[in-house]
């Protein structure tokens, strides 16, 4: 015993000088540190900021109002804003023409169709599986019981010029390098469009405050943008990408360091973070409460030109999730489809973050919010806002993992 005491007392007299002291505690992770500072009262009341504009519909004045809101609210987290301005002139609608759902009249099914063993086909190359339930956008502004959200949202849209806003976190070390995190602001239906999409927007906005911190740096861009006319056909998104693509990773004046848009390296849209309640049940009828099997949906584009790197894109995210995310694990899907990021897929690598897949759940009428008088702040319970918050801590783990984001 004494001897191999000794042996060890001479072992540790031979050890360098450092190798003696006590070990530092390892660096804080400081994705973790970021991840922290994501709060759900905070995202919550974002989320309700947002709703004071109604179902915010583009082509009124309750939705430049609100991208006023927005943009006022980025200045306030110390994220420089720029805007796009772009047209938005429809064709008129056909006379008798009923917008939305498009199942009208004679051929209406039956509601809720119940699984009979065929092959039906969802948007984006999906499947519908079990019981499915009609979708549609409510047109009826007596649909809305509220008298005063009724009002708010009375104003028809019009044609014409439109805007949408986006701030941006330059990078340190790669400025000219750039991740898109991205959720559309407008909405429809007669309600507050509080899940679709005040959801995805209020997440944006939360990761946009927190990357904006003073002692937050990151190796390349991040760009934060509020999308408007996603509800349209994915408007605003398009006229981002016609009006930006070509100035990528060109330096302007030369010589300034400075990049007015940098080269794209990803997309990532979020669009209804809040609601995974399960398929509609034989009655017809949902699940009141969040499912415990509740995940985030991460979804890339199979057809997409650079779907093998969105895939590799999307299982980045679902790692992050899995690392960070506090209560809802993700899942990886491969049929993105009817949002922001779409329009962006053939160029960069592109996903989207949902509480469902857009194809097989969304579509087959899983969220009875969807587009409806009852998408408001007071429908959802602290479970169904805690599904977004695990989407935003997904992204805000991927996006520092991505941009090389540290504490100064
Ligand atoms: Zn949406």
Redesign the pocket.
Known sequence: MKRILLGLAVAFATLPLSAQQPAAPPAPDPIRTLVGRLDLEKYKATIKGLTAFGDRRQGTTRNSKAVDWIEAQLKSYGCPTERVKYEFNPEPPAAGAGRGGGQGGAQKPPDPIIASGEVRSGPGGSRYRGITRRTGVNNDPNAQPDEKLRELNREPTKPGAREQVYCTKVGTTRPDEMYIVGA?MD?HGWGEAAN??GS?TALVMELARIFSMPDVQTERTIRFALWNN??TGLNGARAYVDQRAALQGKENPPGSGRYPEPKWLGMIQH??MMWDHGMPRPDGTWNPEQRPEADVNIEFQSTAKLADEAMKLAFLFRHANEKYATDYPAAVGSHMTN?DSTPFMDIVPAISLRENERGMHTGAGWNPTWHQPIDVFATFSDKDFRLGLNAAQTTLAGVSQLTGARMK
């Open positions: 559309h909405g679709d999409n995805g996603e509800e669009d209804m949002t």
